[in-house]
Nanobody
Framework: QLVESGGGSVQDGGSLRLSCAASERPFSRSVYGWFRQAPGKEREFVALTRWRAGSERYADFVKGRFTISRDNPENIVYLQMNRLTPDDTAVYYC???????????????WGQGTQVTVAS
């Protein structure tokens, strides 16, 4: 089970940190990804990381602004989001996979999502 938290409302240029807590110990091959879905749009990839060895990957539209990280002892994956813009408004989802991929179809567990709203 994955539980996201940390969403909310911020002004343009603000920051938020999302958390994704895993109820069970991740596998050595576990990969965690963040995805988002804006109103009227399809869900899209944001960032991912391997649980054991990092190897982060980002969507082009968040490079230099968002950082994915993990707290291994606590089984938590974070998404630090800086310089937010109204285009970042979406529901953000955390998901688990055992493949290093941006393909959503490979992710087998999903959180319930957390709303991020950026006001102009």
């Amino acid at each position: 089970q994955l539980v996201e938290s940390g969403g909310g409302s911020v002004q343009d240029g603000g920051s938020l940190r999302l958390s994704c807590a895993a109820s069970e110990r991740p596998f050595s091959r576990s990969v965690y990804g963040w995805f988002r879905q804006a109103p009227g749009k399809e869900r899209e990839f944001v960032a991912l990381t391997r649980w054991r060895a990092g190897s982060e990957r980002y969507a082009d539209f968040v490079k230099g602004r968002f950082t994915i990280s993990r707290d291994n002892p606590e089984n938590i994956v974070y998404l630090q989001m800086n310089r937010l813009t109204p285009d970042d408004t979406a529901v953000y989802y955390c998901a688990h996979a055992t493949q290093y991929t941006t393909d959503q179809r490979a992710y087998d567990y999903w959180g319930q999502g957390t709303q991020v709203t950026v006001a102009s």
